[in-house]
């Protein structure tokens, strides 16, 4: 089975993939004006803050994964920001809660995107600050063409802004809701930028190093800690509760740059983001499946899809076992990549659906969460399921449904220039559906708290100073000679899932970057979501109805619960390749708003 949508971009000065045309775009623009890979992507990630609000903000998350081609290394930048000083376990509990909420204040951790961003340019671009925050300045200022999505989310959220968060009311319903198709634009954000573009003098370095401080030090972190200090939010469950985040979670706060974990994998190398992402477990499910030769078989084939379905559950049963951040947390993290342990658990893999919750071995270390629990816990219904928490698939419902539009999301951006550099970033969180704005800003405070489990024994516990164990995940592929694929994607839970898929159809089954992409997908569910109230559905399949109807029988018939939603509605990975002399991109058509683009 082939399926393509559109060509898969072929140049040699450069390309881009991101999930809004205008990011992509912008991105271009900086690659021609004689940027680098690092100035794109950071231009585009501004311009998706703009671009997809209830995707992606200023005060969200942005784990970036780089290959420098003047370093010759490969690292991460971690743009996910730690828990608050004061959010620990008892303030928790002593609210009475056993979740940390998905919304509002209470799970705020401190802003990683902004400054991410401008350290990945200031390290490694070549352009002014004020250059690469320009184009997304004058779209905050001009407006943007509004989503239908985001529309559906706005309108959607009219009570709840209007009663709960007005401050959200008036800076999204100036001028009433804003109706699909329409311009939108934020002007308090653009002004935010423009004071933060404003910000020192003397060399690029100083002028950097002078926004940054503007940012954690200046007026943005008073204006986060006035709000904070003053400000309770009605949330989730039903009560209005404040931030644990202060100014000096912020004060001096940089996003600090790591060494990424890495797979051989059939003479190249894959790289992630370490464990307190879910990265490693796109790893570990890669090992598993590698050595199986189901995994070379037809993608839209009952044998391909169960192999994969059945490694996600033991990857990801091993995620929310022994996870976390491990610089506060002993995550045996050579273990879970080593190829023997990798040979074990593919040995667990049977003819028929598991619906248990199997996390291997590894005496000494990690904590399993009651699945039991998680199996009897259920998103609200009615007016509290309106209060946007999660990160789901991306068309997880009719968009007219309007507590399916709320949930939160990711956007992504993936860049290759002729200089040989690639980069590869999922920013997310700082949902304008989630949090309520901050008037003097224009943007409001990321939710990604509620990722951790309130159990002190766990490695993904809360604790002061600690980062959530985050969704955010992208993927970068090495070979002896530099990097030759870089991809991201939204989807929460399913975004290693789905790459995975895209990287197997791409390098295994030889499809270009665009049918790889295009091609039928799905995703299972079997273990706690990562996100409020952090559920989990026993041996759900949900798989796109475009596979053949006797793939989706056979899989029933082993014991899936096979459940079939709509065409083009499972997965928005961007992807960009490097070899045989050019360089390539592609982006999901699902959703109708991620482009390639490259010349």
């Not at 935010?192 to 690029?204: D, I, K, M, N, V």
Request: include cysteine; charge should be neutral.
């Amino acid at each position: 089975m082939t399926f393509t949508t559109r060509p898969e971009i072929r140049g040699r000065f450069g390309v881009v993939a991101a999930t809004h045309w205008l990011a992509a775009q912008a991105a271009m623009r900086m690659l021609e004006l004689g940027g680098n890979a690092f100035d794109a992507a950071a231009a585009g990630g501004f311009v998706l803050q703009v671009a997809e609000p209830h995707l992606n903000g200023p005060g969200g998350d942005a784990p970036i994964l780089y290959w420098s081609a003047a370093d010759r290394y490969a690292r991460v930048l971690c743009g996910q920001g730690p828990a608050p000083m004061r959010a620990t376990i008892a303030h928790m509990r002593g609210l009475g809660l056993d979740l940390i909420p998905g919304t509002g204040l209470l799970p705020a951790v401190v802003p990683g995107a902004f400054d991410a961003w401008m350290a990945l340019a200031a390290a490694h671009g070549t352009m002014d600050p004020a250059e690469i925050l320009a184009l997304a300045i004058g779209y905050a200022e001009d407006g943007v063409p509004v989503l239908p999505r985001l529309a559906a989310t706005l309108s959607a959220l009219e009570t709840i802004f209007r009663r709960d968060w007005p401050d959200s009311a008036a800076l999204y319903f100036r001028n009433g809701i804003p109706q699909a198709g329409a311009v939108f634009a934020n002007p308090v954000l653009a002004a935010t930028w423009r004071r933060l573009a404003a910000a020192g003098g003397g060399t690029r370095a100083q002028r950097f190093d002078a926004i940054r401080a503007a940012w954690s030090d200046g007026f943005v972190a008073a204006a986060i800690a006035d709000y904070c200090a003053r400000a309770a939010a009605v949330d989730i469950t039903g009560r209005a509760h404040r931030a644990c985040l202060h100014g000096d979670d912020l004060a001096g706060w940089r996003a600090p740059v790591e060494a990424p974990t890495v797979l051989p994998w059939r003479g190249r190398r894959v790289l992630k983001c370490g464990p307190w992402s879910q990265g490693p477990a796109f790893q570990q499910m890669l090992a598993i499946v590698d050595e199986d030769p189901r995994a070379a078989g037809d993608p839209a084939g009952e044998d391909f899809v169960h192999l994969l379905v059945e490694a996600a559950k033991l990857a990801f049963a091993d995620r929310e076992t022994y996870y976390g951040d491990p610089r506060q947390a002993d995550v045996p993290l050579e273990r879970l990549l080593d190829p023997a342990y990798a040979a074990a658990r593919r040995r667990e893999i049977g003819d028929r659906a598991s619906a248990t919750f199997r996390p291997g071995a590894i005496p000494g270390f990690g904590k399993a969460p009651d699945f039991a629990a998680a199996l009897g816990r259920k998103r609200e219904d009615g007016l509290l399921a309106a209060y946007g928490a999660g990160e789901p698939t991306f068309a997880s419902g009719d968009p007219a449904h309007r507590p399916a539009a709320l949930v939160g999301d990711t956007s992504s951006i993936v860049v290759a220039d002729r200089f040989g550099n690639m980069v590869a970033a999922t920013p997310s969180g700082g949902w304008l559906q989630a949090s309520p704005a901050i008037p003097e800003l224009g943007f409001c405070l990321g939710t990604r708290g509620q990722s951790f489990w309130l159990d002190e024994g766990h490695p993904n516990a809360l604790a002061p100073g600690k980062r959530p164990r985050t969704t955010l995940t992208p993927t970068l592929v090495l070979d002896d000679a530099g990097p030759v694929y870089a991809s991201a994607s939204p989807g929460g839970d399913q975004q290693d899932q789905w790459q995975l898929q895209v990287m197997l159809r791409h390098f295994v089954h030889g499809l270009d970057l665009q049918s790889a992409i295009d091609h039928p997908t799905f995703h299972a569910e079997q273990w706690p979501s990562s996100f409020y109230p952090r559920g989990a559905v026993a041996q759900a399949v949900k798989i796109e109805d475009r596979f053949p109807k006797a793939t989706l029988e056979a899989l029933t018939a082993r014991g899936h619960a096979v459940k079939p939603v709509q065409p083009w509605s499972e997965g928005r990975v961007c992807a960009v390749a490097s070899g045989d002399g050019w360089l390539k991109a592609a982006a999901s058509p699902r959703g109708q708003q991620a482009y390639a683009v490259g010349r």
